[in-house]
């Protein structure tokens, strides 16, 4: 029960770190883009959206050590 | 709450209020332990069926859908002491000027093309060499053997570069397999190479021998597509 529990758990932790992946390469292009913009709105849009990006990872970052606390917990209780 | 009124909550007290046998429901978000016996969404000390009162949150706090400012309808009842604060999450591994600089090449999915497409057509050489007994393929495919054993540790450890700092070094079942294989898959090249130089190449060709070279050589194919497999998993998920 607890081996098909840190599967799934592992599951979760592959997609949330490949969106962290995701989240980083967003943040990046927003980042640079604001950089090109040709006016002030444009360049504050485009860093607010890589702000948001930093919050997304920031989330995704905690729910991934909430997770990996979990696994850790049910492999000591695993057989 | 003013400074001097800040009561000092230990790990013992946060614990023992679990929202359980009439016990109030507190938990701790940066150090600081808020009551929350009086919400709703904190009847017999959990929350959603996941988080439980008597504990610390504040990592759950940041991946939770609603901000801190939910907590300020509640009381304050103090901050917590003999634990470390855990608001601080653990960073992803940051590269320096020039690892970025070659991860932004994307080393490893240009370098693992080389062994797992040279690998295949030593398999795919040998076993027609086999098949139809023609010496000629049977070079071909130890050609193709040497390049692949040259390419394979250099796209592995572009994949370990990859693995360390875009996917954090988390060591999930998907990274652990392609691990093991690709450690597989170097062993059997070369050994391969090496029965082929030391046995093969010098005139003590037992069957033995050869059984285990022919044996290694079939074995790279299916070795490399499920390292592909699990590397397209990967990048490309379900």
Redesign the interface.
């Known amino acids: 029960m607890s081996k098909d529990k840190i599967?799934q758990i592992?599951k979760l932790?592959?997609?949330i770190?490949?969106m962290?992946?995701k989240e980083r390469e967003s943040k990046r292009v927003y980042q640079k883009t604001s950089k090109k913009a040709p006016s002030d709105m444009t360049r504050l849009l485009f860093m607010q959206l890589a702000e948001q990006e930093e919050v997304h990872e920031?989330?995704?970052?905690?729910?991934?050590?909430?997770l990996?606390?979990e696994k850790k917990e049910l492999t000591k209780l695993s057989p | 709450m003013k400074e001097q009124e800040i009561k000092r909550i230990t790990h013992e007290e946060l614990r023992k209020n679990n929202g359980k046998d009439g016990n109030s429901s507190y938990v701790a978000v940066d150090c600081k332990v808020w009551d929350l016996s009086s919400s709703k969404m904190w009847s017999n000390g959990h929350h959603v069926n996941t988080h439980h009162a008597g504990q610390d949150l504040s990592?759950?706090?940041?991946?939770a859908p609603h901000s801190l400012e939910v907590l300020e309808r509640f009381e304050l009842i103090g901050e917590l002491v003999e634990i470390k604060p855990r608001h601080l999450?653990?960073e992803?591994p940051q590269p320096s000027p020039l690892t970025s600089w070659i991860l932004a090449k994307h080393p490893h999915p240009i370098s693992v093309h080389f062994p797992i497409g040279l690998g295949i057509a030593s398999s795919i050489f040998i076993f027609f060499s086999l098949l139809f007994d023609i010496n000629g393929l049977a070079e071909v495919s130890f050609y193709n053997l040497i390049f692949a054993a040259i390419t394979a540790p250099l796209s592995a450890g572009a994949g370990l570069l990859s693995w360390y700092y875009?996917?954090?070094g988390?060591w999930?079942?998907?990274f652990r397999t392609k691990f093991i294989l690709s450690v597989f898959l170097i062993l059997i090249l070369a050994l391969a190479i090496a029965i082929r130089v030391m046995f093969l190449e010098r005139g003590v060709s037992s069957l033995t021998y050869s059984f285990i070279y022919y044996g290694l050589v079939l074995l790279i194919a299916p070795t490399v597509a499920s390292i592909g497999r699990l590397g397209g998993k990967?990048t490309f998920?379900d």
């Open positions: 599967k592992d932790i592959e997609v770190i490949r962290i992946r920031k989330k995704l970052r905690a729910a991934l050590e909430l990996e606390c | 990592i759950a706090m940041q991946a999450l653990r992803f875009n996917y954090g988390v999930t079942s998907i990967i998920p």
